[in-house]
Every structure is written in structure tokens, then in C-alpha cells.
């Protein structure tokens, strides 16, 4: 079961996904780009400082990345895991 929690400053219907829960290996995720919304495939999990595309990320207990691959591209990029949504 995952929970969703829709904070009090939840914007255009997204909302913040709590818990370990959230998003799992292989999930089709959705983030907001330039461009408008695009999707695509929550590939790994990073809880630990890691260095991805020559930048540094560090990640927090509540509020790790996700490398994603995106479903139009397959360009992979590392995101917020509260910068993403689950297809509900």
C-alpha cells in the first residue's frame, strides 16, 4: 500500500509521497521539466552522497534521489525523490 499525504502547499495536484513506500525499483515515475511533464523508470535509489553527469548530490533520510531513465530519450539524470510522482 503506499500513502500519499497532500501538503497544505501541494501545487497543480502533485503531491509529497511518505514513507520508505514512495517510489520502488522499476516504478513509472512523472517530473515537471522546461518543457511541461515528462515520465519514465525510477532506476536506483541514492540515501548516500554520490557524484552523477560530474555533479555532486547528497541526499537526505527524508528526501532521497532517484536516478531515473526517461521513457522519451532514455537519458538518465538523478532527481529528488520529492521532485517525482507515481502514476495514481
Same mark, same amino acid.
Given at each position: 500500500?503506499?500513502?500519499?499525504?497532500?501538503?497544505?502547499?501541494?501545487?497543480?495536484?502533485? =503531491?509529497?509521497?511518505?514513507?520508505?513506500?514512495?517510489?520502488? *525499483?522499476?516504478?513509472?515515475?512523472?517530473?515537471? =521539466?522546461?518543457?511541461?511533464?515528462?515520465?519514465?523508470?525510477?532506476?536506483?535509489? *541514492? $540515501?548516500?552522497?554520490?557524484?552523477?553527469?560530474?555533479? $555532486?548530490?547528497?541526499?537526505?533520510?527524508?528526501?532521497?534521489?532517484?536516478?531515473?531513465?526517461?521513457?522519451? $530519450?532514455?537519458?538518465?539524470?538523478?532527481?529528488?525523490?520529492?521532485?517525482?510522482? $507515481?502514476?495514481?
Amino acid at each position: 500500500m503506499k500513502l500519499r499525504l497532500a501538503l497544505p502547499l501541494d501545487v497543480a495536484g502533485w =503531491t509529497r509521497t511518505i514513507g520508505a513506500m514512495a517510489i520502488s *525499483k522499476g516504478d513509472t515515475v512523472h517530473w515537471k =521539466t522546461s518543457q511541461g511533464e515528462t515520465n519514465g523508470t525510477a532506476m536506483e535509489k *541514492k $540515501t548516500k552522497d554520490f557524484t552523477f553527469a560530474q555533479q $555532486t548530490f547528497k541526499p537526505t533520510d527524508d528526501d532521497p534521489y532517484w536516478i531515473v531513465e526517461s521513457s522519451k $530519450t532514455g537519458a538518465k539524470a538523478a532527481h529528488k525523490e520529492s521532485a517525482l510522482r $507515481t502514476s495514481s
